[in-house]
């Protein structure tokens, strides 16, 4: 079975500071994995993805995130916080083999104060 | 391409109430879900649909049900509406060809049942 932990329900930075949202995984597959990003009332966007041909993933507004395996962790980073990225960050792992299915972890919500 | 569009926005519902959030699709997927997000759960599954006619439960079925006739509609009904249904539904759809392939969210029906 897979699934998704996401281990800060809330992270505060300083505008201009490392994010680091944490993500740990467990399948029985080869996972695919992704971050999703909420604003506030909005839908959601995909940041990146994890597809196998590279361990760190390059997303989109700066964020990437690197896929270990011997950890179990798809870890979110972006060098330096921007006001603009206040928002809810989704960890998703797919639930089945064929990938069809996605498992959301619970979400952390990051904070960026002036 | 419109994406992902679901009707209505926003609905209140009196407890033992039917109605059907609409879910269509202009990118020719075939797979197409729904989720409900709650307060700190993250998106949890309710139904999928890997084509047309096929349809599967996910972690959260009961209440609802689904059908896809064709390949760009995937409502969601629900039967008799309980307060424990409020919250917020995503319908989202993905390509078939990758287990990679990002799944597309609409921009949400919040529900909310008296």
């Known amino acids: 079975a897979q699934s998704v932990t996401q281990l800060d329900s809330h992270v505060s930075v300083s505008e201009g500071t490392p994010v680091l949202l944490r993500c740990n995984y467990s399948?029985?597959?080869?996972?695919?994995l992704f971050w999703y990003v909420q604003h506030p009332n909005k839908g959601l966007q995909l940041l990146l993805k994890y597809t196998s041909a590279a361990t760190l993933v390059k997303g989109i507004n700066g964020f990437e995130a690197e896929f270990k395996k011997s950890e179990t962790s798809f870890h979110l980073t972006k060098p330096s916080a921007h006001m603009s990225d206040a928002a809810e960050y989704f960890c998703?792992?797919?639930?089945?083999?064929?990938?069809?299915?996605?498992?959301f972890g619970k979400g952390t919500s990051l904070l960026v104060t002036p | 391409n419109a994406g992902v569009t679901q009707t209505p926005k926003f609905q209140v519902l009196k407890t033992g109430q039917s109605m059907t959030l609409q879910c269509a699709q202009d990118?020719?997927?075939?797979?197409m879900s729904w989720y409900r997000q709650d307060p700190g759960m993250g998106l949890r599954l309710i139904h999928y649909s890997v084509g047309a006619g096929i349809t599967d439960q996910g972690e959260v079925p009961n209440g609802y049900n689904v059908s896809r006739s064709t390949t760009e509609d995937f409502p969601l009904r629900l039967l008799s509406a309980a307060p424990s249904q409020t919250s917020v539904y995503f319908c989202?759809?993905?390509?078939?060809?990758?287990?990679?392939?990002?799944?597309?969210f609409g921009p949400g029906t919040r529900l909310t049942v008296l």
């Open positions: 998703v792992v797919t639930l089945t083999s064929s990938g069809y299915a996605l498992n």
């Open positions: 989202a759809s993905r390509s078939d060809s990758s287990s990679y392939n990002e799944q597309f």
């Open positions: 399948s029985s597959y080869s996972p695919s």
């Open positions: 990118m020719n997927h075939e797979y």
